[in-house]
């Protein structure tokens, strides 16, 4: 990643540390994106990224930044989309399943290209979608962990907002990103893979 992404991550990650609705609720949101810089930094001599997969990533960190600063039932564009009546709670939440989806469809596709993990290019995709699929539901698993070690304390974490087909429409979402990631930006991301190469 760039000095102006690097620079970008740790601003917004500033502005989401100052004052969140609770701390808490903010560690666990931005808890990915942590994860996910630390692992760059980590990766970056020895497995460099594209830079097309280091911007979707970012925009991933800054997607779960938001929502750990508001929580994700709370995000104000979508608290004003919901008393405007366009819809019937606030769906910022969505937006970050959809993207738990479609940003790990390209890290999925850029390993197991890069490391040559398939004989057979025509099983991609669908190896693609079912790890989508599998971290999707792994982060239901710890929400629900989650619920449960820290009880009620846990409604600003799920976000589900009274919704009884939350988790199954997070995964819904999910599914959708991962698809539509595939199908938009393949042909750039071989483009893209073709210029950092395989290991």
Not at 35 to 57: D, S, V
Not at 146 to 155: H, Y
Not at 167 to 174: E, G, L, N, P
Request: with cysteine; hydrophobic share 55%; charged share 15%.
């Amino acid at each position: 990643m760039n000095k102006i992404g690097v620079s970008v991550f740790f601003l917004v990650l500033i502005w989401s540390a100052i004052n969140p609705k609770d701390y808490l609720t903010w560690l666990l949101e931005v808890m990915p994106a942590f994860i996910a810089a630390i692992t760059l930094l980590l990766t970056r001599k020895c497995f460099p990224l594209t830079g097309l997969l280091y911007g979707l990533i970012l925009i991933h960190c800054i997607i779960l930044m938001i929502g750990g600063h508001y929580t994700y039932a709370e995000v104000p564009l979508f608290d004003w989309l919901k008393n405007d009546g366009v819809f019937d709670r606030n769906n910022y939440d969505k937006i970050g399943h959809f993207a738990q989806g479609f940003v790990p469809a390209i890290i999925a596709r850029e390993i197991i290209i890069r490391n040559a993990v398939l004989n057979r290019s025509n099983w991609l995709n669908f190896f693609v979608i079912c790890v989508c699929l599998a971290i999707s539901a792994f982060y239901e698993l710890i929400e629900w962990w989650v619920a449960l070690l820290i009880g009620q304390n846990a409604e600003a974490f799920l976000g589900t907002q009274g919704y009884i087909w939350d988790t199954q429409s997070d995964m819904a979402y999910a599914l959708f990103g991962a698809v539509l990631a595939l199908v938009s930006l393949s042909r750039w991301h071989d483009k893209a893979i073709s210029k950092v190469g395989t290991r």
